[in-house]
Structure formats: structure tokens, C-alpha cells
């Protein structure tokens, strides 16, 4: 399923939760958090729409290491005497420029989203905030991961939850733990509607589970997709009235 649709899909389920959970307070931040949360399954994949926004820096990646590269060359030659530790800096100086070139496209933005989620774990661990370093954790190890393994498992889903009970005991925000559990088992439960499905209790089991009715990338399925958006939004909005009382 395409990350617009698992935008909508998380938002709608955003609704759900704001109207339809007792005890859960309205909230346009956890609507946001939802859609955030529906995201988040697919940072192993590099092309995903996270992926991009999350590692931003993935264009510098490649300048970062071009400037080591120049400044390796540069201390060697005007610091160090021709000999083996001038080779060496040379040598180091040309990995670094070989890297540079190869960081392209995917390599690159995992690289970015490595150094974003290291970031986060830092600012986690100078706040003493553990559900930060653990989403940290989670944005830095994901990328380089199997497309649909860990990320799309039933354990992980838990510990995208834990992650928000831990920030709504940090931050006092009630509801937080159930936005972001429940946008997050959004994104797995509509791409176990595609044809590949969901490897839901990996590594217990291989098994995928799936109702086959998306073709990822098709007219059809495209048209599909958003027929799903469409209806699941009409229903949520119908419960959330009824639950109202207009």
C-alpha cells in the first residue's frame, strides 16, 4: 500500500481513537501522532515517505564525507612527511572519497537516518528521557532492515506502544500510547490486505498473513486503495456522530 494511503488510514484511525476511546482526550496532535506512528513501519524501505523526511540529511551524507576526504589529503600533505603515515592518510583519504560516490539514492538516506536516530538517542540520554533514546533507536536500526520484516511484526507494533506509554508518563499527555500503538497496527493490518502481507509473529513464524485484495503500484489497486480510505473514513465518522448524538 502507498504511504499516502497509510497516511490517511493512520489519521482516520487518529480520529477513532480522539472520539471513540473512552478517557482519550480530542487531540489534533494525536491525530498528527497516528499518522506519524502509520508511517513509521515503513523506514525499511528507503524510498518510503519517512524515510525522506526523516533523513533529510541524506544529500549532506555524501558532502560530509567528500570533506573528510579533502581534509584527510590536505593534513598529509601539508603536516605529515613522506613516508607510511602520509600513505596511510592518503589511502584513508581515498576510502572516504570512494564512499562519498557509492552514498547514492538508498545508501545515502539510510546513512542519514542512522546519524538522525544516534541524534535522537543523544538528546534522549541528556534529557533522561528513555522513550526518546528508544525512538532513536528504533529511526537508526530500521532502515537496515528487510522491507516487511522486523518493523511489520506484532513486536514491534508493542513496542512502538511502549514507547508512547513511557513519553506519556514523561510528558503527562494521556492518550499518547494509544494514538501511536494504534497508528502504527493501522499501517500492518492495510498491508495485510495486499497480496505480499504481513509476517505479522516473525521469527516464530514465516508465515505471511494476507487477504489479498491490493495490487501495490496498480491502476486497480490504486483505485482500490482509495475506495478503503474512503469507506473506512465514512465509517469512523459515522460512529464518532453517533457517539456525539447529533
Given at each position: 500500500m502507498?504511504?499516502?494511503?497509510h497516511?490517511?488510514?493512520?489519521?482516520?484511525?487518529?480520529?477513532?481513537?480522539?472520539?471513540l476511546?473512552?478517557?482519550?482526550p480530542f487531540?489534533l496532535?494525536?491525530?498528527?501522532?497516528?499518522?506519524?506512528s502509520a508511517?513509521a513501519p515503513?523506514?525499511?524501505?528507503?524510498?518510503?515517505k519517512l524515510?525522506?523526511?526523516?533523513?533529510?540529511?541524506h544529500?549532506?551524507?555524501?558532502?560530509?564525507?567528500?570533506a573528510a576526504?579533502?581534509?584527510?589529503?590536505a593534513y598529509a600533505?601539508?603536516?605529515l612527511?613522506p613516508?607510511?603515515?602520509?600513505?596511510?592518510s592518503y589511502?584513508?583519504?581515498?576510502a572516504?572519497?570512494?564512499l562519498?560516490?557509492?552514498?547514492?539514492?538508498g545508501?545515502?538516506?539510510?546513512l542519514a537516518l542512522l546519524?538522525?536516530?544516534?541524534g535522537?538517542?543523544?538528546?534522549g540520554?541528556?534529557?533522561?528521557?528513555?522513550?526518546?533514546?528508544l525512538?532513536?533507536?528504533?529511526i537508526?536500526?530500521?532502515?537496515?532492515?528487510?522491507?516487511?520484516?522486523?518493523?511489520?511484526?506484532?513486536?514491534?507494533?508493542?513496542l512502538?506502544?511502549?514507547?508512547?506509554?513511557?513519553?506519556?508518563h514523561s510528558?503527562?499527555?494521556?492518550?499518547?500510547a494509544?494514538?501511536?500503538g494504534?497508528?502504527?497496527?493501522?499501517h500492518?493490518l492495510?498491508?495485510?490486505?495486499?497480496?505480499?502481507?504481513?509476517?505479522?509473529l516473525?521469527p516464530?513464524?514465516?508465515?505471511?498473513?494476507?487477504?489479498?485484495?491490493?495490487?501495490?503500484?496498480?491502476?486497480?489497486?490504486?483505485?482500490?486503495e482509495a475506495?478503503i480510505c474512503?469507506?473506512?473514513g465514512?465509517?469512523?465518522?459515522?460512529l464518532?456522530?453517533?457517539k456525539?448524538g447529533?
Open positions: 502507498r504511504g499516502s494511503a497516511l490517511a488510514i493512520g489519521l482516520i484511525t487518529g480520529v477513532a481513537v480522539a472520539g476511546v473512552p478517557g482519550i487531540s496532535a494525536g491525530i498528527a501522532l497516528a499518522g506519524f508511517l515503513d523506514l525499511d524501505h528507503p524510498e518510503s524515510s525522506h523526511r526523516l533523513g533529510f540529511t544529500g549532506y551524507v555524501r558532502w560530509a564525507f567528500g576526504a579533502l581534509g584527510l589529503a600533505y601539508f603536516q612527511k613516508g607510511a603515515d602520509q600513505r596511510l589511502t584513508a583519504a581515498l572516504f572519497g570512494l562519498g560516490v557509492a552514498l547514492q539514492g545508501s545515502a538516506r539510510r546519524f538522525t536516530g544516534l535522537t538517542v543523544l538528546a540520554l541528556y534529557s533522561q528521557f528513555l522513550w526518546l533514546s525512538l532513536g533507536t528504533f537508526a536500526l530500521a532502515p537496515f532492515t528487510a522491507h516487511r520484516s522486523w518493523t511489520h511484526t506484532i513486536w514491534a507494533t508493542a512502538w506502544t511502549y514507547i508512547g506509554y513511557l513519553a506519556n510528558l503527562g499527555w494521556r492518550g499518547i494509544h494514538y501511536a494504534a497508528g502504527y497496527a493501522s500492518l492495510a498491508d495485510t490486505l495486499t497480496k505480499s502481507g504481513v509476517r505479522w516473525l516464530l513464524t514465516d508465515f505471511s498473513f494476507k487477504i489479498p485484495l491490493l495490487s501495490t503500484g496498480s491502476k486497480a489497486g490504486n483505485v482500490l475506495t474512503l469507506g473506512y465514512l465509517l469512523v465518522l459515522g464518532v456522530i453517533g456525539i447529533f
